[in-house]
């Protein structure tokens, strides 16, 4: 694969298809308002026009639109400040594009250059209807996708063109209704829905008072995103309302609720299939064909007859099994039922043969004790004892078979639950290497954590909570990110544990801070005003869990003499100072480390624990910078961290035996001091 394969003529930056290159524009005409636009292929093969394009704000407004046909708008950057689009939060870390806008009377228009002139990247409108940034990747010789927007397929207007309906958890993300087929298979084959779906068969279109057997029916079809362009009906009641529908041949479809009767005629778009748990879900009436029905009801006799003809072979083999399943219960610890997927369903019993009655424990925290177990086909288990479950049977099935779906190699995988009563249990698979706090703290230099590794372990970590905050069809806040809840495998691949369970056990903050007793050094300030919680306070945790990588100690320690031991503050000062980064280092590394890197970590942690939520990076990014493919800039100190400045005589940053070292601290921290207004000035 070759890393491009652009035309670079002066036509290209006039008149752009599907790819944006540095130097070009997309512009605007300020004298007939007639905008430029970077438009979508048709599909993979086809570079014909597509149905989705990017163009500039013919309003004025100073921001980018995405248009399904040029005409439904779907998505906007958000006004230009000078600096960054609002509504695209990841320029605000040191983007790889630095964009420049120019307006004059003749036309308006942004063009865009390379920071790092060296990397090689592609903007484009994606056949997806997604815009696209890519950064090529030498070593791998392939593309890497930096950035695109929006992030939801589904989000997407009328991706899955008339009467196909969009799921964002599903691959191929779209589908027909029932009754309908795609227009063009071809087409679809190449993920080009735009042509969406067709009839199967025709509406007959019969009077609604007939007692044809053959008129017109309705199927109803749960938990929809409704299509756009309803038209309102005075209708009394759901009757009516289907009446009104019927009675007019064009009509397609109906929904009733709250607000009265909906109805639409012609091609049903940007439909959207949303998950039960989604409260924003609606009922739609699909206006279908007889025969549809009856193609389900002419099975029916053949169905019973063949049920019939079975049931009496079922009850024999029912019995068999349940004789053999006692037989083996009584030799073996059980392996369960696979339900909910992938998901086994344990039972209580079981897992306490499996852990010879939860003898042997692992560790615990807020949401439970963990204990380790064997199964009967001598695999090993960590069952972790749910506490204070005030959740249901069928919500808490919900919630652990939401959890189960998520899957990824920095992820610890549930294999399995145990709902019996009040037991509310979960069976993970085992991590030999326990998790990094047993590693990273423990005294024994022998077997210390060198410094390639932990750098590892940091980049694993960052795409485990990327992944959650992300790319999971909602996304998923951990709430709990420290190192007790990263554990590492045989090959120390590190394994974020406990996600989702902050929902599954009803969390809330006074929970955490009874609970969390070893987590108050992560907790972001939001959690002490009682604002909403965003994937941003992970950051912040990650960010504190990065600083104890750094110096292989815990962040904050009480010493005899009163004073606190608080190493992010120094750590920040002695970067933003240019003092000397080694100093920093675990002392048990005896200076084996990248020095880049040291330094990059440093930076990285300083801007995730910003007090404003906003400064900080998302998770994305986080992977971004440590994998070499953004620059960090030099990050203002938190006031949060100024504080301990400010209270220096009763701070120890750092110790050591070094006398020079601490004498260091002390001068580092004095000019911190003198620096404080300056530092907060600064911004992303």
Known sequence: MEPLNWVSSPQSFDHPTDTWLPGGKISLNNKTKKPQYLTSWKNVEDPATGMFSLELDPEGSNSYLIRWNRTEQYWSSGSWNGHIFSLVPEMRLNYIYNFTFVSNENESYFTYSLYNESIISRFFMDVSGQIKQLTWLENAQQWNLFWSQPRQQCEVYAFCGGFGTCTENSKPYCSCLTGYEPKS?????????????????????????????????????????????????????????????????????????????????????????????????????????????????????????AVAGAVGGVVVLVIVLVFVILRRRKRHVGIGTTVEGSLVAFGYRDLQNATKNFSEKLGGGGFGSVFKGTLSDSSV??????????????????????????????????????????????????????????????????????????????????????????????????????????????????????????????RDFSRVLTTMRGTRGYLAPEWISGVAITAKADVYSYGMMLFEFVSGRRNSEASKDGKVRFFPTFAANTVHQEGNVLSLLDPRLEGNADIEEVIRVIKIASWCVQDDESHRPSMGQVVQILEGFLDVTLPPIPRTLQAFVDNHENIVFFTDSSSTQSSQVKSTSSQAKSNTSSNNSQSL
């Open 185 to 305: 298979q071809s087409d679809w084959n190449l993920t080009d829905y735009s042509g969406g779906c067709v009839r199967k068969t025709e509406l007959q279109c019969a009077s609604p008072n007939s007692s044809n057997k053959d008129s017109d029916r309705f199927l109803s079809i749960l938990n929809m995103k409704l299509p756009n362009h309803s038209q309102s009906i005075g209708a009394g009641n759901v009757g009516e309302c289907e009446t009104t529908c019927l009675s007019n041949c064009s009509c397609t479809a109906y929904a009733y609720d709250n607000n009265g009767c909906s109805i639409w005629y012609g091609d049903l778009l940007n439909l959207q299939q949303l998950t039960q748990d989604d409260s924003s879900g609606q009922t739609l009436f699909l206006k279908l064909a007889a025969s549809e029905f009856h193609d389900s009801k002419s099975n029916k006799g053949t169905l019973i007859g």
């Open 381 to 506: 288990i960590a069952v972790k004892k749910l506490e204070s479950i005030s959740q249901g049977e069928k919500q808490f099935r919900t919630e652990v078979s939401t959890i189960g779906t998520v899957q990824h190699v920095n992820l610890v995988r549930l294999r399995g639950f145990c709902s019996e009563g009040t037991q509310k249990l979960l069976v993970y698979d085992y991590m030999p290497n326990g998790s990094l706090d047993s590693k990273m703290f423990q005294e024994d230099g022998s077997k210390v954590l060198d410094w390639k590794l932990r750098y590892q372990i940091a980049l694993g970590t960052a795409r485990g909570l990327t992944y959650l905050h992300e790319k999971c069809r909602d996304c998923i806040i951990h709430c709990d990110v420290k190192p007790e809840n990263i554990l590492l495998d045989a090959d120390f691949v590190p394994k974020v544990a406990d996600f989702g369970l902050a929902k599954l056990v009803g």
